[in-house]
T-cell receptor, first 111, second 114 residues
Framework: KQEVTQIPAALSVPEGENLVLNCSFT??????LQWFRQDPGKGLTSLLL?????REQTSGRLNASLDKSSGRSTLYIAASQPGDSATYLC??????????FGSGTKLNVKP | GAGVSQSPSNKVTEKGKDVELRCDPI?????LYWYRQSLGQGLEFLIY????????KSGLPSDRFSAERTGGSVSTLTIQRTQQEDSAVYLC????????????FGPGTRLTVT
């Protein structure tokens, strides 16, 4: 069974700092990987989707990388802002169906 | 266009009652997912619908849980004889066609069983 782990569980940084969130998965035969953010009391917002054949995806200050063979993905956030404070979740999919989610990293960016 | 919508946003029910949660996916999305998120936890997969195929029910925690999707659009998650451990946020997501495409989530239904 696929297991997705996110480290650290929580992270607090000063505004302006660059940071990296980590996601690892036990079964490397994934179809794709998706990063989300979740604000308190809200649903999930998709940030980036990386297909298994891709190495990275970029959107604004966000860059997600995928190393399928080692079962790892990172989400890089440049020049962090207080508005980036949220919980970040990664999810992997297999066989064109369901996603397996990590438990998230709670990020706090201090002004 | 409109995103995924869920109703009700909050539901408080007494133990033993049945509840129905509704999800309206994005128009044209053939895939629909239900997840459960308990306080401070990650998302737990419940059930997945893809077009007219038989749903993947492998995540349903017990036979008190069931879901249907009528006309390939709206879905209803039903929990019978609710228990306190059913208290959680129930999230619905849709995608264009399976997990090859991004999932878009609704705001969730917060269920509290007293």
């Amino acid at each position: 069974k696929q297991e997705v782990t996110q480290i650290p569980a929580a992270l607090s940084v000063p505004e302006g700092e660059n940071l990296v969130l980590n996601c690892s998965f036990t079964d490397s035969a994934i179809y794709n990987l998706q990063w989300f953010r979740q604000d308190p009391g809200k649903g999930l917002t998709s940030l980036l989707l990386i297909q298994s054949s891709q190495r990275e995806q970029t959107s604004g200050r966000l860059n997600a990388s995928l190393d399928k063979s080692s079962g790892r993905s990172t989400l890089y956030i440049a020049a962090s802002q207080p508005g980036d404070s949220a919980t970040y979740l990664c999810a992997v999919s297999h066989n064109f169906n369901k996603f397996y989610f990590g438990s998230g990293t709670k990020l706090n960016v201090k002004p | 266009g409109a995103g995924v919508s869920q109703s009700p946003s909050n539901k408080v029910t007494e133990k033993g009652k049945d509840v129905e949660l509704r999800c309206d996916p994005i128009s044209g999305h053939t895939a629909l997912y239900w997840y459960r998120q308990s306080l401070g936890q990650g998302l737990e997969f419940l059930i997945y619908f893809q077009g007219n195929s038989a749903p993947d029910k492998s995540g349903l925690p017990s036979d008190r849980f069931s879901a249907e999707r009528t006309g390939g659009s709206v879905s209803t998650l039903t929990i019978q004889r609710t228990q306190q451990e059913d208290s959680a946020v129930y999230l619905c997501a849709s995608s264009l066609q399976g997990s090859a495409y991004e999932q878009y989530f609704g705001p969730g239904t917060r269920l509290t069983v007293t």
